[in-house]
């Protein structure tokens, strides 16, 4: 099969910008698209796409590449598995050999979808788990969106199921659904868990029974396609809403999500039963900059909260938080009192510093303002920062200037580091850059560049393999922009996607710019050649090499 053929077709039926869209919320700036980084946390939005040229580009981290690249990153597989998705999504065919890993890896994520078509089937066969459902006022049109199901209390249905589908055992075990041939799942009514394409990943399951010696709720273990402080539960559902609305709502349960979805309120996720994890908060962060959550108001309730504001104002939510009462959830206010309800304690939201005056009763006010500086100098948005300092100014009356004083002084002691960015590499010197952009964007001038450049006299290792792809595709005299690009690795897809997304060259200067380039390669060359003859005593070679660099000095 020509891979390059296959790329050229996906890239032609699959609009990039079309693509990204799904996964963060892109805006239109002149001939280009920009949102903040998927890959990295930053204020200023430095991701560009460019429909034209099909690709991609982040100037703050340095990733970039095309389709195939962003879906390898995003989704953390290999080119083969990005290349299937992408491939099955344009309708080409594509015969997808996996690697062994790969393979098993396939066969989970095949188990599970099997697993969930097995526990929808169960459901639709108990009253008594279909009463339970609608005891908890889940309607049947929310069962099958959230694809709601059952698992009895046998202890190997879903085993026996699964092998009478021909799987293996040992890929059975590795799923995790499955224990010495005892189901782990049993008496639960099940929800299941999809990553952000739509894929069941994990399952949820709530006890149906009393029996007071179980946890109420379990999650399936961790697995080859399932981390639990990595993903959310609903955000595959909530995703496009949150895009709409702006921002994202967290509450803490499955069924608060599953009732919030119910009453219209459907850009809402929760964490996998534990406080949500900067892992989580990222995901997020690619959709919105936006949080509100929402807790119970008891004591846990208050202590996940606390908990979830650190990780928060470390990624750069600006955040809002809803406190319900005691024993109340966003489930029990919908299913008690409908969607006003919910509506007006949404409408009564907090900010950070209203929460952490109100939750610290027993403490002095010294105290509040203490803990509430020392989560403030997380905080990275300068401006948001300022804003909740003048709160906190105005609802402590202490003085604007001691409190910028302490969180300057708790600044300072946290030590907190500058954020790196993801891909390191050497820097590579701008001629070396412009001979490369020029050869891109005028490939006629290839062969001029070609008869008088040394590639081996480049800078940057990296800059260095570009050219000797860039050589061989103008020696088979057939340079396409696509062709060439689907030869580089995904470094070098890096580098080119940052040299296409700069601004265009001046066509009147290009001539004056390649003979400066070469020139000044040429220089650097000499530059190393002379340091050599000068640390061997080479007084003869070194005068001549003087002499060499004198001259193109003058002509440059």
Request: net charge positive.
């Amino acid at each position: 099969m020509d891979l390059n053929k296959l790329l050229e077709e996906i890239k032609e039926r699959i609009d990039i910008v079309d693509f990204i869209s799904e996964y963060i919320d892109l805006k239109k700036t002149g001939q280009n698209y920009r949102a903040p980084c998927p890959f990295h946390s930053e204020r200023t939005p430095s991701f560009f796409v460019s429909p034209s040229k099909k690709i991609f580009h982040c100037f703050g981290c340095g990733k970039g590449g095309d389709i195939v690249t962003f879906l390898m990153e995003y989704e953390s597989i290999d080119f083969q598995e990005a290349l299937s998705i992408l491939a099955k999504r344009a309708g080409v065919e594509f015969n997808y050999s996996p690697k062994k890993s790969t393979a098993s890896k396939e066969k989970i994520y095949e188990i599970y979808k099997w697993a969930n078509i097995f526990y929808q089937k169960n459901l639709n066969k108990s009253e008594r788990a279909k009463n339970y459902l609608s005891n908890r006022g889940i309607n049947n049109e929310t069962i099958k969106l959230f694809q709601i199901g059952f698992a009895k209390a046998d202890k190997d249905g879903l085993y026996n199921f699964l092998k009478s589908k021909n799987f293996d055992e040992s890929l059975i075990k590795l799923s995790g659904l499955v224990n010495r041939d005892f189901d782990f799942f049993r008496d639960r009514i099940i929800i299941p868990i999809h990553d952000i394409t739509g894929r069941v990943i994990g399952f949820g399951g709530r006890l149906l029974g009393s029996d007071g010696e179980l946890p109420k709720y379990i999650n399936s273990p961790d697995t080859v396609i399932f981390k639990k402080g990595e993903n959310l539960f609903g955000l595959w559902l909530a995703k496009k809403h949150i895009k709409e609305k702006g921002y994202v709502t967290v509450v803490e349960g499955y069924i608060d999500v599953i009732l919030c979805h119910q009453y219209g309120f459907k850009n809402t996720v929760a964490p996998l039963g534990t406080a949500v994890t900067e892992e989580q908060l990222r995901r997020l962060k690619r959709l919105t900059n936006k949080l509100l959550f929402i807790f119970d108001g008891d004591e846990a309730g208050i202590g996940a909260a606390q908990r979830s504001l650190l990780p928060a104002f470390k990624i750069g939510f600006i955040v809002k938080i809803v406190l319900l009462s005691k024993k109340d959830d966003p489930a029990s206010v919908l299913q008690r009192e409908g969607e006003k309800a919910l509506k007006k304690h949404i409408s009564q939201a907090m900010s950070p510093v209203e929460f952490f005056i109100k939750i610290n009763k027993s403490k002095s006010l010294t105290e509040k303002v203490h803990s509430f500086l020392n989560v403030l100098a997380i905080l990275k948005d300068s401006i948001y920062r300022d804003e909740l300092l003048k709160e906190l100014c105005e609802k402590t009356e202490i003085s604007e200037v001691t409190l910028r004083e302490q969180l300057k002084q708790i600044v300072s002691n946290m030590k907190i580091q500058k954020e790196k960015g993801d891909l390191k590499r050497d820097e590579f010197l701008k001629e070396d850059e412009i001979l490369l952009r020029i050869s891109i964007f005028y490939p006629e001038k290839m062969q001029y560049i070609f008869r008088h450049l040394d590639i081996e006299q480049l800078n940057n290792n990296l800059i260095k393999k570009i050219f000797h792809k860039l050589r061989q595709i103008y020696e088979e005299k057939s340079f396409v922009l696509d062709k060439f690009f689907n030869m580089l690795d995904e470094n070098e897809k890096s580098v080119v996607s940052k040299l296409i997304m700069k601004s265009e060259i001046d066509e009147a200067s290009i001539d004056q710019n390649i003979n400066d380039c070469i020139k000044r390669i040429v220089v650097r060359s000499i530059d190393k050649k002379i340091k050599e003859a000068a640390n061997s005593g080479d007084e003869k070679n070194l005068y001549e090499l003087i002499n060499q660099k004198k001259m193109l000095i003058k002509e440059l």
